[in-house]
Structures are given as structure tokens and as C-alpha cells.
């Protein structure tokens, strides 16, 4: 294993303000085969993965991104005097959730499979920087088309929306749940 090249890599993810991607990575670093920086990605993954680290390395929104571990989390939030993360509305959460799955989507779709007004969701999902308008739908009117933002990735914890459960998922856990109310 290149020691060398894990530790530059740590370097380049703690000063990136945003996760760090592979081509970035790559851009920065010039000729270093894939299979190397892929392997040394893995390892300072694992190095950060021991219990005695505060701190884990992490895919998100399509990089790497140095994050605290879940079990500090009390005391960081005490040394920032950060009270509980902002909780998302559950109209906000419905409607980015019908934007993460049937994106690119407008206001007037979203509504319609809600049954209800979406607009005030879609401004404090706007204000958020969860989602974001991407354009217009041809169609009368013009409306404003939606989609997801990478922010939405990293406050979710994904590394892609392909990492988002599948339909088949959702119904199975729904179901364990139903069973253990029961």
C-alpha cells in the first residue's frame, strides 16, 4: 500500500469543502492508476472505520467527505451550540420524496400526487438547497421543473439516488412493521 498516496488523499477530503470525487481526485494527482487510488481510498476507509476514531470517512453525493461518528454527536452539537438538526415538515419530506423518486418533475405533478398545494414545501425545500429548478417543461405555461440537489444526497447520507431503497424495499419493510403492530 502507497502510505504516501493514502495520506495525500487525506489531506485533499479534510480541506475539500464539498465530498471529494474520484475524478477530482484524479485531476489533482495526475497518473495514479485507478486500481491504486482505489485500493488506498479503501484503506483510509478502514483506518477511519477502527472505534477508537472520532471521525469516519464516508461516500457521499458521488465523493468523499470526512463526517463525525453518530455516537459523538451530543458533544459536538454542545462545543457548536447546535440544538437538534432542523427537522424537515412532513408535507417537505412527502414532497421531496416525490421529487428524489419521479424527478425531473413540476409543481403541478408533485401536487397532483399529493392532492394538495405544494408550494410552500417546494419554497422551504428551495430555501434549504435540497432541490433545486433545472428548467421548463415544454407544455403551457412553461412550468418550473425540479430535481434534487447533491446537498439532498449528503443530508441523506447517499452516495447516488441509485442508493435510494427500491419500491420492493419500502413495501417489504412497511410490511414487517405492520406485522409487529399487530
Excluded: C
Excluded at 16 to 22: A, D, F, I, K, M
Excluded at 38 to 62: K, M, P, V
Excluded at 98 to 119: F, K, L, N
Amino acid at each position: 500500500m502507497n502510505e504516501q498516496l493514502k495520506a495525500i488523499l487525506e489531506v485533499l477530503i479534510f480541506i475539500s469543502q464539498e465530498p471529494l470525487t474520484p475524478d477530482k481526485m484524479k485531476e489533482v494527482l495526475g497518473e495514479v492508476p485507478e486500481e491504486e487510488l482505489s485500493s488506498a481510498l479503501e484503506a483510509l476507509q478502514e483506518d477511519y472505520a477502527a472505534s477508537s476514531r472520532g471521525i469516519q470517512l464516508i461516500q457521499s453525493a458521488g465523493g468523499y467527505t470526512f463526517v463525525t461518528k453518530p455516537e459523538h454527536d451530543q458533544w459536538v452539537r454542545r462545543l457548536l451550540q447546535i440544538e437538534k438538526k432542523a427537522k424537515l415538515s412532513s408535507a417537505a419530506l412527502e414532497t421531496l420524496s416525490i421529487i428524489a423518486y419521479h424527478q425531473p418533475i413540476t409543481q403541478a405533478e408533485i401536487s397532483a400526487i399529493r392532492g394538495v398545494d405544494s408550494t410552500y414545501s417546494l419554497k422551504t425545500l428551495l430555501q434549504k438547497k435540497l432541490i433545486k429548478i433545472v428548467g421548463r417543461k415544454k407544455a403551457p405555461g412553461n412550468p418550473l421543473i425540479y430535481r434534487t440537489t447533491d446537498k439532498f444526497l449528503q443530508y441523506f447520507g447517499l452516495n447516488s439516488l441509485d442508493d435510494l431503497p427500491k419500491e420492493e424495499e419500502i413495501a417489504k419493510i412497511l410490511e414487517e412493521e405492520k406485522q409487529l403492530l399487530s
